[in-house]
């Protein structure tokens, strides 16, 4: 039980005292970093997603059309 104490106080300690906490303003820049990324990383799936369906279409349309 005293290793656990042990290891919470030194977490604790650590989280105030060691850790780097963002500012406001650089909280703000990096959650429209990740939303910018986050909707390009959408739009290149739903790219991909568009293209192999029309892939598959014209793939399914050839061997019945047959």
């Known amino acids: 039980m005293n290793s656990l104490t042990t290891y919470l106080r030194e977490a604790y ?30 739009f290149v799936v739903m790219g991909m997603d568009l293209a192999s369906q029309k892939i598959m279409k014209f793939i399914y349309k050839t061997i019945v059309g047959s």
């Open 13 to 42: 300690n650590e989280l105030l005292n060691k850790v780097t906490w963002p500012t406001w303003d650089e909280l703000q820049e990096s959650a429209v970093v990740v939303l910018i990324a986050s909707l390009l990383i959408a």
